[in-house]
């Protein structure tokens, strides 16, 4: 079964640039969620899909950053413009539907900001 | 608030031995929690899970324990690997729904 697939790895940008980030689940996976980990710190949630509807975006800085899914698959996230607390790490985790706890991680894409 | 946090950030243990990474929470309405790996590079990997309503649950070589009186949970891992050499994070999920939030992990280095 192939994992979670992200894309770019890397990316680094001048701040007030703009970057968008890809995410491509696990087959058959109804939620996704992207999240944002800060350097030795655990993962913090920005948005979470149920199919290409948005169940929870709380965290989501939404002046900068916007996300969608628009046919309930793939999904991007953009930071437009990016400031320099931005750089860290994108994941993205799939599961089989809200209520099933178990996310499955994709390797994240590692942002710096400059 | 929601909290979860480690009360170690690092742990050094010998191959061989057993690890006991800790956590704390502090929201006493968690019902669900759940132990990742994620080593260098790579997105965090589902090791463990218990639910609020047990006190103990095992797996391969690996060990959940819940005290819900003190809000403490613990990932004990027996004969420690090198290649268990990683950040270990706790993560609890409040009332149902899928979001889970994360502590700040724990690095534990296995020496050969």
């Known amino acids: 079964e192939a994992g979670v697939a992200q894309s770019p790895r890397y990316k680094i940008i001048e701040k007030r640039q703009s970057v968008a980030f890809w995410c491509n689940p696990i087959?058959?996976?109804?939620?996704l969620y992207w999240y944002q980990q800060i350097l030795g710190q655990g993962p913090k949630l920005l948005i979470q899909?149920?199919?290409?509807?948005?169940?929870?975006d709380s965290q989501l800085p939404k002046d900068r950053f916007s996300a969608e899914r628009l046919k309930g698959v793939d999904s991007t996230l953009k930071i437009q413009p990016a400031k320099l607390e931005d750089s860290a790490v994108y994941l993205c985790?799939?599961?089989?539907?809200?209520?099933?706890?178990?996310?499955?991680f994709g390797p994240g894409t590692r942002l710096t900001v400059t | 608030g929601e909290s979860v946090g480690l009360h170690l950030p690092t742990l050094s243990v010998q191959e061989g031995d057993n690890s006991i990474i800790n956590c704390a929470y502090s929201n006493s309405a968690s019902d669900y929690f759940i132990w990742y790996k994620q080593e260098s590079g790579k997105g965090p990997q589902f090791i463990i899970d218990i639910r609020s309503n047990m006190d103990k649950r095992q797996g391969q070589r690996v060990t959940v324990l819940l005290n819900k009186t003190v809000k403490h949970l613990s990932l004990q891992i027996a004969a420690t690997q090198p290649g268990d050499s990683a950040v270990y994070f706790c993560a609890e999920n409040i009332g149902g729904g899928s979001r889970l939030t994360f502590g700040e992990g724990t690095q534990l280095t296995v020496n050969p």
């Open positions: 985790a799939s599961s089989l539907a809200q209520g099933h706890y178990e996310q499955y």
């Open positions: 087959s058959g996976h109804a939620t």
């Open positions: 899909f149920q199919n290409n509807g948005v169940v929870d």
